[in-house]
């Protein structure tokens, strides 16, 4: 990657807002650019859109063959043709995050009146999950959707439903948060931090400037992405895969022990885990998107009472969750549903038996994805959709 | 620190084994030295010693001001006159372990036959906890102890005791094994990895020989410490200590959000556990001695039965885990006490209800420390001890 590279990143389709945004950091973003997708067709009625929000890592290539990286789309399984989001049916919107690296402004992107033009790199300013909703908002405006069938997200894309749901109770019928949280716990934030301390401890991180001497921060980000990956696996998920299988020299019992070289088949993963994702992944929209989970909290927000959040709500709730996910446990999912019942709410709220962990939101469950295209059915019903 | 000060660490209450040993991986160590503490006086029958044995970054210390860090002994509540673990009434003993940095052969220890004399660094051959409790043996035989009353130890170890008691078990009348396993699991070796790839990340790593430049990879060595530490607490004991309070200017609601500079509590907490930790800790023993506690595996050691470990054993078990500890959940001790049981072994297994994860062992818990003196008082009466 070189300083040309991090500009040219307008491929992505995309719309740009020429007045910008205020973030609710208080900066003024001087113009906005928002990279999407979409799935199907819009109704005459435009009143079957679907928004998918991404988590993390995702980002807008749900549904189709990624153009970096050869791979199918993340949510492939779910969103298509026949699939519980079935695309014959729905209009499929999915977008970059702001502050991502896939063609959203993010610190990738040219710095407002910068001469010769820049990346913002480190410098940035921190956005919230709010303000990735709010881009959002404007985006549909721009489509002409007056109000979402439905919003769907897993893990910070349930943050995002859950703001949505927030900040914009009319415009959406349907939400559909899963294996997320209403705010980020103390263990996971410190997991993030320990991901920004690998990336900032990186000899190529440069303060964040390693765009001016065409480096990334490999090595810390890969190491970022590989605690980060531990703790979307469950502890059987990784017995199951590997257990304590060696692979190379090192075989048999303990006194077979080997230099480092000789690895244990989960090291060699986590290894190559690393390793590709930071061809894909921009090391400073990895600490800005971290930063919002991180800082999302909608308990706080509402004064310590999260059902205050959602009072008089109409829109409809499924709230999922995963046995075996230890990031992001049922606990939490219970806790805004019992929020949403004090206020009222219509919420259903379903616990799916998986040891897959909290990947499990993006891996092969039959239960989980007959469950989605069953209530999205109801709602389609409810809505008198056809 | 600069290569002389790698070399100076004789300063340590140590014995010299001028016969060496030959380690698991076939390595011959020319000479050996073992760096021990006694605490309390050895009976004339020399039937009254406890070892005690030391986890991952623990060292010989137990029960009296660290002379690096002025900081109490780590087992200062366990350890000492009229504690659980008795000094007036018992001789205890805890040596550093092989690998280690505190005086015992190591990675900072002078290479074989090298002039001028350095250190090993990463050339330090691979020790497994089988070697390093084949050193302790060494060391209890120059003491002129023929059998330990007991050997106890939490974590890694733990696994030295069970090791204790699989290969000298009539060196060993009671054994208390805590907050441990028969085998370091894929998610604990995934764990270690993550730590040990920050290493290797870090500039000042130097492949291991950052000694040579009066270097320490301490960044990299900070962040594998930040990971173990959020291991070894549990999501409850972050939570109370830290919630989602931030420090600095950054409070009240998420749109308070601030640069990188705000952070949560939880945040400078664990960079202050990483920074702290560096200064007293070398990047190769924890590169050595992670390595050693992945390649443990009693149960691959015997054939995949557990229970042939402890055939015929006479020696008395107490084992005990702690309701939060994620990193030694309580099913790893379970799993040992059935090996046991079907060995026909004398074997008591506690689980201690608390909310303090991993670190409970080493922290205050009145009922853990009960069961110890209780146990100890039992095993004694039978021992004939007064």
Redesign the interface.
């Known amino acids: 990657m070189d300083a040309t590279d991090t500009l040219s990143l307008t491929e992505h389709s995309h719309v740009t807002f020429p007045q910008g945004m205020v973030l609710?950091?208080g900066v003024a973003l001087r113009r906005m650019d928002v990279a999407f997708r979409t799935y199907g067709a819009l109704n005459e009625a435009r009143s079957n859109a679907v928004l998918i929000c991404h988590a993390l890592t995702g980002d807008q290539y749900v549904a189709e063959t990624h153009p970096f990286t050869g791979k199918p789309g993340w949510w492939d399984q779910v969103v298509g043709p026949g699939r519980p989001v079935d695309t014959n049916r729905f209009f499929v919107i999915c977008a970059n995050v702001l502050g991502g690296c896939m063609g959203s402004t993010g610190p990738r992107s040219a710095r407002d009146n910068v001469t010769p033009p820049a990346p913002w790199g480190?410098d940035f300013p921190?956005?919230?999950?709010?303000d990735m909703v709010r881009a959002q908002k404007m985006l549909i405006d721009d489509l002409g959707i007056g109000r979402l069938f439905a919003v769907i997200g897993g893990s910070m894309g349930g943050m995002q439903v859950l703001q949505w749901a927030v900040d914009f109770p009319d415009a959406v019928f349907a939400a559909i948060p899963v294996a997320t949280a209403a705010?980020?716990?103390?263990?996971n934030?410190?997991?993030h931090?320990?991901g920004?301390?690998?990336v900032?401890?990186?000899?190529d991180w440069y303060e964040g400037r390693y765009w001016e001497r065409a480096k990334i921060p490999a090595?810390?980000l890969?190491?970022a992405r590989?605690?980060a990956h531990?703790t979307y696996?469950s502890?059987q998920a990784?017995?199951r895969?590997?257990?304590?299988r060696l692979q190379g020299a090192a075989k048999?019992?303990?006194?077979a022990?080997?230099?480092?070289g000789d690895m244990?088949e989960?090291?060699s993963y986590?290894?190559h885990q690393?390793s590709t994702f930071v061809h894909r992944f921009d090391a400073n929209s990895y600490?800005t998107i971290t930063?919002?989970m991180?800082?999302?909290?909608?308990v706080?927000?509402h004064g310590g009472d999260l059902t205050a959040a959602f009072q008089g709500t109409k829109t409809r709730f499924c709230l999922v969750s995963f046995t075996s996910d230890?990031l992001f446990p049922t606990a939490g999912s219970r806790a805004i549903a019992r929020a949403l019942n004090r206020a009222a709410a219509n919420v259903s709220f379903v616990e799916i038996p998986s040891d897959k962990g909290h990947d499990a939101f993006l891996l092969e469950e039959p239960d989980f994805h007959r469950m989605l295209a069953g209530f999205l059915g109801g709602c389609a019903e409810h809505a008198g959709l056809t």
């Not at 921190?126 to 709010?130: A, F, K």
């Not at 705010?183 to 263990?187: G, L, P, R, T």
């Not at 900032?200 to 000899?203: M, V």
């Open positions: 609710d950091c480190t921190p956005v919230t999950i709010r705010y980020h716990s103390a263990q934030i410190a997991f931090e320990v920004r301390q690998a900032f401890s990186d000899p090595r810390g890969a190491v590989m605690v531990i696996l502890e990784l017995t895969k590997f257990g304590r048999g019992s303990s006194a022990i080997g230099m480092f244990f989960v090291e986590l290894r690393g600490l930063r919002a991180d800082f999302f909290d909608l706080t927000d230890w």
